[in-house]
């Protein structure tokens, strides 16, 4: 028989296994979305369906948990930051593969690495500073600044990865102090409410069903996703699921293929690799050092 903690352990892994899935199928229906809807529109219908369909589940067991609030300032915070990675991010899919954000988005670790040592002060050793270092070298083969195949749109994805960086750390001080409802919950109705006013200057009304079914899908695997995220990081610690988390760019590739028909090609491939395999080392070096 499993032990208590290898129980708690497989649950935290399922539960951040099934946020990777539902994190690759929302920027799935996002890039079909953006196709033929402005990019505020579909934006506000991620976090408004989001914010009503995460009401609906959760309000009938959870419902005093959405609204325990210990700062409206970091809640805030954190809302407007998911309205910029979610614009940069949605902009940056009318034109990348989702495997190349995918890609692009996993130098978050080794970002992570690079604020924690500059804006908190902690010690980086040679071999830490040198797993950075590759990293962005696989970085590189993704973007290939000044080559034929570079987009400008990639700046979008890069800087949406540095802001999500930055998005995580503020993550980890709230948990301390906020609930996982009130997080997600309140984080999305936040970002509902200030990209409200663009969104509606540029409304189109969605032309079919279709359109209605995927925007829905935007809001539901986005709000189970992170709900699954935060609940899973109270079964495992971050060193168990952190491995698990780059499944994400298997199920980007094989929704950009399925539904895009796009294939990455050897350097996005070999530039996903590198950087995962970089990630991959710098939390081996913490997971010793703790």
């Avoid at 935290?12 to 529109?41: H, M, N, R, Y």
């Avoid at 614009?87 to 604020?115: D, K, Y």
């Avoid at 992170?226 to 060193?239: D, E, I, N, Q, Y």
């Amino acid at each position: 028989m499993l032990s208590a903690d290898a129980r708690q352990r497989r649950l935290g892994i399922a539960l951040v296994s099934l946020a990777t899935f539902c994190f690759a199928v929302l920027d799935a229906c996002a890039k079909w979305l953006v196709q033929s809807l402005p990019v505020a529109e579909v934006v506000w219908l991620r976090f408004a369906l989001h914010g009503v369909l995460m009401a609906a589940i959760l309000a009938p067991t959870r419902g005093a948990a959405l609204v325990r609030v210990a700062s409206w300032r970091l809640q805030g915070l954190r809302a407007l930051m998911m309205v910029a990675m979610t614009a940069l991010n949605f902009a940056a899919l009318q034109w990348l593969q989702l495997a190349e954000t995918a890609a692009i988005q996993f130098s978050v670790p080794i970002l992570i690495a690079v604020l924690s040592a500059f804006v908190l002060h902690e010690r980086l050793d040679a071999r830490r500073w040198l797993a950075i270092g590759v990293g962005f070298a696989g970085v590189l083969l993704v973007v290939r600044p000044g080559a034929q195949g570079f987009h400008p749109a990639i700046g979008l994805s890069i800087v949406n990865a540095v802001l999500y960086a930055a998005f995580n750390l503020l993550t980890r001080r709230m948990a301390a102090s906020e609930t996982p409802e009130s997080m997600q919950w309140l984080s999305a109705l936040g970002a509902a409410l200030a990209v409200a006013p663009f969104a509606l200057a540029q409304w189109q009304w969605p032309a079919s069903g279709l359109v209605w079914a995927v925007a829905i899908g935007c809001g539901l695997t986005g709000g189970v996703g992170h709900l699954a995220v935060a609940h899973a990081h109270r079964h495992a610690s971050a060193a168990v699921l952190g491995p698990f988390l780059y499944q994400q760019i298997l199920y980007m590739s094989f929704w950009g293929w399925l539904v895009f028909a796009q294939v990455p090609d050897a350097l996005v491939v070999a530039g996903a690799a590198v950087v995962v395999l970089s990630g991959l080392y710098l939390l081996w070096l913490e997971v010793r050092h703790r």
